[in-house]
């Protein structure tokens, strides 16, 4: 039973630093392509930041500059930190696991909560 659990999310102010964390159990994150997506308020859910197998980054452009992903075998965990952070990045963020060959597999977080407000 493949698991990702995130941790980290809570309440920052406008401007501030949060790191989130996404520890897998059950497979082994190296032969995922890793990603970040949230959903905001009456929103839907959309892609924040990848990282492929080899380690190539890619981001959406309204996080470009203030988010890094990155990604850790040994300890089977991705991370996303996160700088800067805007009253408009308030939102559930999910860790997505993904496996195109041999054959497709995709494995989701439960989410957690991130909240920007002063």
């Known amino acids: 039973q493949v698991q990702l659990v995130e941790s980290g999310g809570g309440l920052v102010q406008p401007g501030g630093s949060l790191g989130l964390s996404c520890a897998a159990s059950?497979?082994?994150?190296?032969?995922?392509?890793m990603g970040w997506y949230r959903q905001g308020p009456g929103k839907q859910r959309e892609l924040v930041a990848t990282i492929s197998r080899d380690g190539n980054t890619h981001y959406t452009a309204s996080v470009k500059g203030r988010f890094t992903i990155s990604r850790d075998s040994a300890k089977n965990t991705v991370y996303l930190q996160m700088s800067s952070l805007k009253p408009e990045d308030t939102a559930v963020y999910y860790c997505?696991?993904?496996?195109?060959?041999?054959?497709?597999?995709?494995?989701w977080g439960q989410g957690t909560q991130v909240t920007v407000s002063s």
């Open positions: 059950g497979t082994s994150l190296s032969f995922y392509s």
């Open positions: 997505n696991a993904r496996q195109v060959l041999p054959i497709f597999s995709e494995y």
